[in-house]
């Protein structure tokens, strides 16, 4: 298991477990469902449902920034709290949190390294109770939104076939146009399956080791420098909804410092149903 160095941006399960009780930290499960937090969790945790609380009720888009605060707020955090995020699926949905969280300027974030993979893997505590939370006297400031990291259709149809490496980091099934979603996920989103002409496949889940943890700084470079990726070139990530793509950003942006890395977070279910717009399969 390779242990990143970075803990600017990652905690590990042996730091959370020993500042459990830290006052000045907000621990959040971030996931497609609320059921596994339901049954149990990491003790301290509250649950963020991906697309209830994160999403806007009636557009495809998410909570605006007076949104973000409110929850944050009910959530217990300030201006001086620090937010721990992790979830199932090596933190699919908690990177997507850390990403919008960052969109928006909220910069006092971090992922669990490995997430619920590796916190049950370690046999460490789990809980069905939930804590009690007391709202922050006021919101948290925040800095956004931060267009640098945040790719729409205009941008994405501008920029094929110029320097932008396109990364489609769903599985080669999606990426070839044989399924629509993962197999377990609804299969109707996209109007037509295949991928933006030009990506290159590197589905999200090459990045992590088997416990959950991110591989190392030198293999994560490999990985996807060998798809033409690195720091001299921008990088704009998709997947189907945005949140493995989020895992991605979130390995090229926050772990090896790639300065110009965006997550189209339209993603396929945008890009797969718009007219007249070029498909490779």
């Given at each position: 298991?390779?242990?990143?160095?970075?803990?600017?941006?990652?905690?590990?399960?042996?730091?959370?477990?020993?500042?459990?009780?830290?006052?000045?930290?907000?621990?959040?499960?971030?996931?497609?469902?609320?059921?596994?937090?339901?049954?149990?969790?990491i003790?301290?945790?509250?649950?963020w449902?991906?697309?209830?609380?994160?999403?806007?009720?009636?557009?495809?888009d998410?909570?605006?920034?007076?949104?973000?605060?409110?929850?944050?707020?009910?959530?217990?955090?300030?201006?001086?709290?620090?937010?721990?995020?992790?979830?199932?699926?090596?933190?699919?949905?908690?990177?997507?949190?850390?990403?919008?969280?960052?969109?928006?300027?909220?910069d006092?974030?971090?992922?669990?390294?490995?997430?619920?993979?590796?916190?049950?893997?370690?046999?460490?505590?789990?809980?069905?109770?939930?804590?009690?939370?007391?709202?922050?006297?006021?919101?948290?400031?925040?800095?956004?939104?931060?267009?640098?990291?945040?790719?729409?259709?205009?941008?994405?149809?501008?920029?094929?076939?110029?320097?932008?490496?396109?990364?489609?980091?769903?599985?080669?099934?999606?990426?070839?146009?044989?399924?629509?979603?993962?197999?377990?996920?609804?299969?109707?989103?996209?109007?037509?399956?295949?991928?933006?002409?030009?990506?290159?496949?590197?589905?999200w889940?090459?990045?992590a080791?088997?416990?959950?943890?991110?591989?190392?700084?030198?293999?994560?470079?490999?990985?996807?420098?060998?798809?033409?990726?690195?720091?001299?070139?921008?990088?704009?990530?998709?997947?189907?909804?945005?949140?493995?793509?989020?895992?991605?950003?979130?390995?090229l942006?926050?772990?090896?410092?790639?300065?110009?890395?965006?997550?189209?977070?339209?993603?396929?279910?945008?890009?797969?149903?718009?007219?007249?717009?070029?498909?490779?399969?």
């Open positions: 298991m390779a242990q990143h160095p970075d803990s600017a941006v990652l905690v590990e399960t042996e730091w959370l477990a020993a500042n459990a009780s830290d006052p000045g930290m907000r621990l959040v499960e971030v996931d497609e469902d609320t059921a596994a937090y339901e049954v149990a969790h003790p301290g945790a509250i649950a449902h991906w697309q209830k609380d994160l999403h806007d009720p009636l557009r495809r998410f909570i605006d920034s007076n949104g973000l605060q409110e929850l944050l707020a009910r959530s217990g955090v300030g201006d001086e709290t620090t937010v721990i995020l992790y979830g199932g699926n090596n933190n699919w949905f908690a990177a997507y949190a850390y990403w919008y969280l960052k969109y928006q300027g909220f006092n974030v971090k992922l669990l390294n490995g997430g619920r993979k590796k916190w049950e893997q370690e046999n460490r505590p789990m809980t069905a109770e939930r804590p009690t939370v007391t709202p922050a006297a006021t919101p948290p400031r925040l800095a956004g939104p931060r267009p640098n990291i945040r790719a729409f259709r205009e941008e994405v149809l501008a920029k094929q076939g110029g320097e932008a490496v396109f990364i489609d980091v769903r599985s080669p099934e999606e990426y070839r146009g044989e399924l629509l979603a993962p197999p377990h996920l609804p299969q109707e989103q996209a109007q037509v399956p295949g991928h933006v002409p030009g990506a290159k496949n590197i589905p889940s090459k990045a080791d088997e416990d959950g943890t991110f591989k190392s700084p030198a293999e994560l470079k490999e990985l996807y420098g060998s798809q033409g990726a690195a720091a001299d070139r921008p990088v704009i990530a998709y997947c189907r909804i945005g949140e493995r793509s989020s895992h991605t950003w979130f390995v942006h926050e772990l090896l410092g790639y300065p110009d890395v965006k997550n189209y977070d339209g993603s396929w279910t945008e890009y797969g149903s718009m007219v007249g717009v070029p498909v490779e399969r």
